[in-house]
């Protein structure tokens, strides 16, 4: 009750300014829609899209900015398709007033949350409404969760309102984030764990203008709040990203994430500068992320490949500038233009050593902090958590405009040492025994003028190290949703 008593004043915000009446498209693309992004990249592989596309919420101002100057006459097939998939995508935002009802659920909770995933729990019936004006957008929606994972079974993630000032976009509310290149998730930024509330500040058009000196860019920051729940009630989140395509080629992002302050400690932000710059003891009072990403891009045979890495430390020294703790993910895809299919593969590597006492639980853990870079026990970066290694072999298809495909191959050693924390909190999930999952999933999603069907299937086989036991596991999940 709480947590929805915080969210009152911009339930009743929102509610006056539906009285309003405007045409404007929504000012970004969320975390919901991989095929979506899919489009967006191979567009900014081949050359349409000029802007850095791997910060989410990715704005549309650069993205249908860049897609207006080119001549869809003048394109492949291929990329002409991903165009008209773009165009509709960003024309079903075009309203002033728009309302969702979505009903999703899955035989099991979901051990793992992935980019495009909507669903967390066992299963969730949602209602929203959104308004966008020139300067002003906002979404309510409220979400019913069976089972939850938190204890909280009404939720308003994924409410904001924002506004915009000259080149920015000032929002509040809860809203997913990720951050980097990988098409299966993030190490610093993802979607696992619900998103923290707060306040957000982003850049709204990253497009070079003819006198710039800079190339395209954009910028991210945000002020969040934890949970009263949290090992340190009330603590907060602070987060950066700057994204950049120095190079048609290359495209980098830089990150940074800090917990810090809470009940009982200092809120202001004189505490977080000093948080911020004083960055030279280990395992401090802050809990610090921080590391960056690479993407190279080219063409083999015509087919638009790429390659990328990234690097995420659990320790930042701000005064030295240097990255401790690191985790590492690659990958590399390439888009076969003769089956509309992208075909990817990810490697990502959570085993890290803190210290020659301590090989294990180093990643993601904090011993003030003791929930760790979690958010009710669930990892907001990797969805794997720490000590933990993962590849995964995908394709994405489009078979036709309005139906996709996606088809993961999954090897998952997970929790490889098969311990926990010394001090774990009441959320710490890193207790879970040392397993390794094999796991195919499947999955097909249908849209139609206003209504949209996604469904799919996924066999696993997990094997337990202490007692090399198996587990067969078959899981269903289905979505419906329809836009008004």
Known sequence: MNSLNRWLPLTALFSALMTATSTQA????????????????????SGVIQQPVTTFPLMWQGVIHDIRLSNSEQLA???????????????????ALQGRVSLEGETAEPSVVRYGDTLRDKAQAAVQANYQSDNISGQLKVSKIKDPYDQNDTRLDGSYLGFKAWNWIVSVGAIDKYWGPSWDSSTIVAINARP???????????????????????????FGQLS????????????????SRPLSQLEVGFNWVMQYGGDGYGNG??????????????????????????????????????????????????????????AYQLGAEIYLHEINSRVYLDRVDTTVNCSEDRQA???????????????????????YDNDSRAVNIGILTHLDTNTS???????????????????????????????????????QQWREEADEVKWGLEFSQTTYKADDSNDWQTELFVKWQRLF
């Open 196 to 222: 923290v509330p707060g306040i957000t500040f982003t850049r709204h058009s990253s497009v070079a203008e003819s006198d710039d000196w800079l190339p395209p860019w954009t910028f991210t920051t945000s």
């Open 361 to 383: 639980n180093c990643l993601y853990e904090h011993t003030f902090h003791q929930d760790g870079y979690r958010r009710y026990g669930r990892s907001m970066g990797s969805p």
């Open 269 to 326: 932000l004189n505490d977080w500068f000093d948080s911020l710059f004083r960055g030279g003891t280990l395992e401090g009072f802050e809990n610090m992320v921080a590391g960056f990403d690479l993407r190279w891009s080219g063409t083999i045979a015509g087919r638009p490949y790429a390659v990328y890495g990234t690097q995420t430390a659990d320790d930042f020294n701000s005064r030295k500038l240097k990255l401790y703790k690191n």
């Open 77 to 95: 097939p291929h990329l002409a398709q991903a165009v008209q998939r773009v165009v509709a995508a960003y024309q079903r935002d075009h309203r």
């Open 228 to 243: 009263e729940r949290a090992s340190i009630p009330s603590a907060k989140q602070w987060q950066a990203r700057f994204g």
């Open 405 to 443: 495909w996606h088809n993961k191959f999954s090897w998952l050693q997970l929790n490889l040492d098969g311990t926990r924390v010394e001090l774990p909190s009441q959320w710490t999930q890193t207790q879970l025994p040392a397993r390794t999952v094999l796991a195919w999933r499947t999955e």
């Open 26 to 45: 929504a000012w970004w693309v969320g975390t919901d829609d991989l095929m979506l992004r899919s489009d967006i990249q191979l567009l900014a592989d």
